[in-house]
């Protein structure tokens, strides 16, 4: 009989299940700790290595802290709202609530295959009414605090996905889900007003412990730029074009103005000689992405209006251009243009043959923009000043001279918070006749999605609810006829704050127990993709801080500490996908390997954080380092070995012992799985060479293989009579004293060479360590007769000699 996964793991996973191991007692008295996983969207091609990747780190640390006397918190969820679920239900031909519901059976069946040490008493889905009756009443609140509203704005509207789009949902022009086109195009939406939050957002970044990467990105976002809005009076014009500009100190360079094509003043300011140019030149602009005009194709474009504007500071008139490196969605969507500094500024001039002006010293203008500090030159009484007194000195006098202030202003906008679709949750907002929302009462939410058999999109920007005339058709509180809201909810907002409900999921009074919220925010630790790495963390950052205002969240920075698991690969190194036929089924490794093995192989690939490629030999290795673990307790016929016995462990067996725990400790409490595996690894390697493996040291072993390989670990321990589960014993922990190594080797140095070598004990004293260096033959060699001028001793490093 061999070590046999497929009958210990069911065993195990069973057991866990009966004796409800794993569940959470929000009240406990214990320290808590709370792990946590991005909950997946159930798609429909089943759970992915990638998932049992994070899960997996997730589990061992919820294991971990569970053995370190934590009262744990490790709960799953499904954010099964939004366009994947009902792009699947759609191309399926099913219901997405019935497909949804049948994805989240299969996902559930899968995690528990792989013995995953989840509460699933709490379990929820972002489409279970019961949740998303909080999701409606925190959009009330976000309505009642001016922070949700509606407005004509211009957004990324996808023909074929029937619906808008959120900016992160639209990659180079394409929808994220399909890769379909997206225009740009007016459309009135209700909006959240993240950009309210735009500096705590920022500032918040400072307190948590995520990759330095994803704060990054963050703050990209976010843009937060200082700077000056400047008036520029137009020629001929009663209007007054506003510009803005981080660089205000380099307005004496400023040598012509662009608008974007979408400004308001073009149609006002161009002249009769170059409107049909101008018109044109929009038409092709409104076709392009942001991407494509703000890429390396920005400043090399664009068309005269035949309009003047007069610079403020020079009094010259300037050329005023129309260009869609321009943006209407940032800051006035009009600039003043530096071309000796500014490179797009300086492609485009060179292009159309504008002039080009040095006012920073430092470069060669006429070869390139230069865009370093300065000081300034040709720029009259700013001469001689570097950037920053340049700025604050230009800055002065626009205020002085009523033509201009200082301004804080940021690239990321208010959040696009209506979709056009089906499979969401419904806006609780009533309409009345003259189109004014009204919010929904409380005491009428939730306000559930119909059954309806035509959720496919309309294709009109109207969501499939508005021909619900039953649903749609409500009274208002003073009896007058009202129309529900027909639009639905975006994916991100039911995982904005999925989070705080884990920690309460059954409460019906209100959205979690303070109590309880103040004992568990905020996350200890999250785990999950990068991909997430702006919208949904910047998302869910904003509402926690919004609750957090409210009152009703006691944090506001909902994790502590975030994670992000590397890529798994295919083992030819390419995206795992359909495309290449390289993906690996979880399922199938467990039942060809074992979960265990699984577990233990996707944790020893490499840091979690890497990109790493899979690979099969990996797995056999992951196997048969678990094989080995058993051998080392059980003989052929699975008895315990004799030699498994209650003898006192030697040193050389004690010292492999408390190194691994040591090591496997510091290791598991810092993520580094791969290496704390490692560690596993030479114990059994070592141990296995011993003529007997005591109790004393092999329990201890079983208990810290526990976390990572937990059902032979239990198989195991039972097996050595203990009739409890390992599941909340505590954690070994490493003896200080026999982790110092016993024996060192010292270095002796004689005049700056190194030129013999001591093996001593570690706890030597001075005096005994000099009588022994000076008695070595090839120390001898070289102070005999010479006068001792040093000797120095660093403790366990190093002896210094001087002679002359
Ligand atoms: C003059 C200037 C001179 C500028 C110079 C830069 C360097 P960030 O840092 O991203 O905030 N700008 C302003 N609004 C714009 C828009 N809607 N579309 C495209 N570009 C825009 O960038 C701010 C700078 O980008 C502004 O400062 C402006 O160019 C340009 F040596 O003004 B600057």
């Not at 918040?204 to 990467?213: C, H, N």
């Not at 990321?412 to 003259?434: K, N, S, T």
Request: aromatic letters at 10%.
């Amino acid at each position: 009989m061999a070590y046999d996964p497929s009958t210990i793991e069911p065993r195990w996973q069973k057991h866990w299940e009966a004796n409800d191991s794993f569940r959470t007692d929000t009240d406990s008295e214990r320290p808590s700790y709370y792990v946590l996983d991005m909950f997946p969207y159930p798609s429909g091609s089943g759970l992915h290595v990638g998932h049992v990747e994070g899960y997996t780190g997730s589990d061992i640390v919820a294991r971990y802290k569970r053995m370190k006397g934590f009262e744990v918190l490790h709960p799953m969820g499904w954010d099964a709202f939004g366009l994947p679920a009902e792009q699947y239900a759609i191309e399926q031909g099913v219901h997405p609530e019935v497909s949804t519901k049948a994805n989240v059976d299969a996902f559930r069946k899968q995690l528990k295959l792989v013995g995953f040490s989840y509460d699933w008493d709490r379990e929820f889905g972002t489409y279970d009414a019961d949740y998303y009756r909080w999701t409606q009443w925190i959009f009330l609140k976000l309505f009642e605090k001016g922070l949700a509203y509606q407005s004509e704005a211009l957004v990324n509207w996808c023909p074929a996905l029937g619906t808008v789009l959120a900016n992160d949902e639209v990659i180079d022009g394409k929808s994220e889900r399909g890769s379909h086109p997206v225009e740009r195009k007016p459309m009135k939406q209700w909006m959240l007003r993240i950009t309210e939050y735009a500096d705590r957002l920022l500032e918040g970044l400072e307190r948590v412990d995520f990759p330095e990467s994803i704060k990054a990105m963050q703050r990209d976002r976010i843009g937060r730029s200082e700077g000056a809005d400047a008036t520029f009076a137009i020629v001929d014009h009663e209007l007054k074009l506003e510009v803005f500009t981080t660089r205000p100190d380099t307005m004496f360079g400023a040598t012509f103005c662009v608008l974007s094509p979408e400004h308001s003043f073009v149609g006002h300011i161009t002249t009769a000689e170059y409107q049909k140019a101008v018109d044109a030149y929009r038409k092709e602009a409104a076709a392009k992405s942001e991407i494509a005009r703000t890429g390396t194709e920005a400043g090399k474009s664009g068309v005269f209006t035949g309009a003047f504007a007069i610079n403020p500071v020079t009094k010259q008139p300037v050329q005023i251009w129309v260009a869609d490196y321009v943006l209407m969605s940032y800051g006035t969507g009009a600039i003043m243009c530096v071309p000796g500094h500014d490179e797009r500024d300086w492609a485009f001039a060179t292009k159309f043959g504008l002039p080009i002006v040095e006012v920073l010293k430092g470069g060669k203008v006429d070869e390139a923009a230069f865009t370093g500090d300065g000081p300034h030159v040709n720029s009259d009484w700013l001469n001689g000043l570097g950037k920053e007194d340049g700025i604050a000195k230009m800055i002065d006098w626009l205020v002085e001279n009523k033509v201009g202030q200082r301004i804080v202003r940021y690239r990321l906008r208010d959040w696009i918070f209506a979709r056009q679709r089906y499979w969401g949750e419904p806006i609780p907002i009533v309409h009345d006749a003259d189109g004014k929302p009204h919010p929904v009462a409380d005491g009428d939410l939730p306000v559930t999605l119909p059954r309806v058999e035509n959720y496919q999109p309309t294709g009109t920007g109207e969501s499939p609810l508005a021909s619900m005339a039953e649903w749609i058709e409500v009274d208002l509180e003073n009896g007058a006829q009202g129309q529900r809201e027909a639009d639905t909810m975006p994916g991100s907002a039911g995982s904005s704050w999925y989070f705080m409900r884990f920690i309460d999921p059954e409460n019906s009074q209100v959205l979690c127990d303070p109590i309880r919220a103040a004992k568990w925010l905020p996350v200890d630790l999250y785990l999950g993709g990068a991909e997430h790495a702006v919208g949904h963390l910047l998302y869910s950052r904003f509402w926690t801080k919004f609750l957090y205002d409210l009152g009703v969240c006691p944090v506001d920075e909902p994790f502590a500490k975030l994670v992000n698991q590397g890529m798994i690969l295919g083992n030819d190194g390419r995206k795992m996908g359909k495309r290449f036929d390289n993906s690996v089924d979880p399922s199938d490794v467990v039942a060809s390997h074992g979960a265990d093995a699984l577990r233990i192989y996707e944790m020893f690939m490499g840091p979690i954080e890497q990109e790493k490629p899979w690979s099969d030999t990996g797995l056999d290795g992951a196997r048969r380092f678990l094989n080995r673990v058993w051998r080392l307790f059980f003989d052929e016929d699975d008895q315990l070995h004799a030699i498994v016995d209650d003898s006192a462990p030697e040193a050389n067996a004690l010292k492999v012992l408390h190194q691994t725990i040591d090591k496997v400790d510091r290791d598991s409490e810092n993520l580094r799985f791969n290496t704390a595996i490692s560690q596993m690894m030479i114990f059994v390697n070592e141990i296995g060479k011993m003529e007997r493996r005591p109790r004393a040291i092999m329990e201890p072993f079983v208990l810290l293989l526990a976390p990572y390989a937990p059902h032979i670990a239990e198989e195991i321990w039972r097996r050595l009579g203990h009739q409890e589960s390992l599941i909340r014993h505590s954690f070994p922990a490493a003896d200080p004293a026999l982790l110092i190594e016993d024996e060192i080797e010292i270095p002796v140095q004689i005049n700056g060479k190194v030129r013999a070598k001591l093996k001593v004990s570690a706890d030597i004293e001075e005096d005994a360590l000099k009588a022994l260096a000076l008695a070595h033959e090839r120390v001898q060699a070289y102070v005999e007769g010479k006068e001792m001028k040093v000797f120095r001793y660093i403790p366990g490093r190093m002896i210094t000699i001087a002679v002359k």
